[in-house]
DNA sequence: CTAATTTTAGACTAAATAGTCCATAATTTT
DNA sequence: AAAATTATGGACTATTTAGTCTAAAATTAG
């Protein structure tokens, strides 16, 4: 089939054009040409995986070249040719890695009753086998000085305090949050709880140091 | 007056023997012959002070040699015959900044009733005027992969529990704070919140933003 | 099979980085 | 004033880093 998308490892083409129209000048990946290419044979997916694990351990500036290549399972053209550069596979990690973990917290805070769903939101991080969190290790070592990883952030917790407000609106008409509570400061409020305690558990806190944290923090809103 | 400890611009020796014991050999700023060397020109405890911004601000992997001297403006051989090198530096300014902002947060948590002394403490970090805290970004770039730093921020943050547990003891003998709560963990609550606030700050959040979470996370505690 | 194309591994390059060395200037005791 | 000593600035070095290039192997269409 000329003329046709293609991926090496029969994935959907998975053109996300935000993430890949940079990309596509260099690698040309529309084929014209009749003879077909060598196809990939590494898991583009679980390699930026394993950067997402890699930077979230060690942050940017801290994760070298070669701890990626290490990382990742794949050779330095590879990383290279897939991902453009070390920058531009940190910007895909973290986009990767905030719509990920963001599915993950829409998924438990939207099940069960109100109170249930933000406690099933916290308690899904502390349950989780890794404990360190790539958003919060961007946060905190660029702060907001780099505008890209600024926007990536800034859009994900938005998107959670807006899923968080509603969420606490209906417990406040259930009567299961207290109805003097102001949903957006309470928004705020268990967003930062979360990174209490993704700071708390990095620093290693023990599983029941966690919880107490989780604990406290939904005491507040009845 | 031979033989006697001696420091360049006329400070106290200020031996604290576990930071400096081991530049001792090194430096050997014990004065023996007669004649005097030319005193040190700059002021250590300022450009230490600009070495702690500049680390808060970029953390110890983000921040060059290049970035320091510029900072703390000093010469590059007075950085390493002052402090020894990047690392040592880097300890130094986490202990020390350790120190001073325990210091504060002590100062602000027993003053005043248990419940206005905790509000002082989460407070003192949203008007203060810089929004990088050294101990969350060493947290978070290093977790507890680095013995030396784990044991400061473990230190420190043992420390400033056992403040808030006996606050809290306190407040719930006054009945300010209510009865059936868990010292322990509320002392581990609270220390999760100022570091969801720093995080928050760390994020760009606004004052407004911050004194919400800081107000929510009060609520938990009557 | 052959041609076309891309992957892979590893050599290579240019720049940045941490740390050292050296000559000069500055300062204090004798 | 002279000697001793140390701070300073800048040149220097060795290493690491991000990123490129090359050559061989692999794979598929024709």
């Known amino acids: 089939m000329p003329g046709q998308f293609f991926t090496a490892d029969g994935s959907a083409?998975?053109?996300?054009?935000?993430?890949?129209?940079?990309?596509?000048?260099?690698?040309?990946?529309?084929?014209?040409?009749?003879?077909?290419?060598?196809p990939r044979e590494f898991d583009r997916e679980a390699a930026l995986g394993n950067a997402i694990s890699a930077f979230a351990e060690h942050g940017y500036e801290g994760t070298s070249t070669d701890q990626l290549l290490d990382a990742m399972n794949i050779s330095r053209q590879s990383l290279y040719n897939t991902f453009g550069d070390k920058r531009q596979l940190y910007l895909e990690a973290l986009r990767t890695y905030a719509a990920e973990s963001m599915a993950e917290q829409m998924h438990s805070l939207n099940g069960g009753t109100p109170l249930k769903?933000?406690?099933?939101?916290?308690?899904?991080?502390?349950?989780?086998?890794?404990?360190s969190c790539l958003g919060v290790s961007a946060v905190c070592e660029f702060g907001h000085s780099d505008?890209?990883?600024?926007?990536?952030?800034?859009?994900?917790?938005?998107?959670?305090?807006?899923?968080?407000?509603?969420?606490?609106?209906?417990?406040?008409?259930?009567?299961?949050i207290d109805g003097s509570i102001d949903e957006t400061a309470a928004a705020h409020f268990l967003l930062a709880a979360l990174s209490g305690i993704k700071v708390a558990a990095r620093g290693g806190a023990s599983l029941e140091a966690l919880r107490d944290i989780m604990r406290m923090a939904l005491r507040s809103l009845t």
Not at 20 to 34: A, C, D, G, M, V
Not at 148 to 176: F, H, P, Q, W, Y
């Open 117 to 131: 769903g933000i406690e099933a939101m916290l308690n899904a991080f502390i349950l989780r086998p890794s404990k």
């Open 147 to 176: 505008p890209e990883v600024s926007m990536l952030n800034d859009t994900a917790a938005r998107a959670l305090r807006a899923a968080l407000e509603r969420r606490i609106s209906e417990g406040k008409a259930t009567g299961e």
């Open 13 to 38: 083409p998975n053109f996300s054009p935000a993430i890949h129209s940079q990309f596509l000048t260099s690698q040309s990946r529309i084929n014209i040409s009749p003879a077909m290419a060598r």
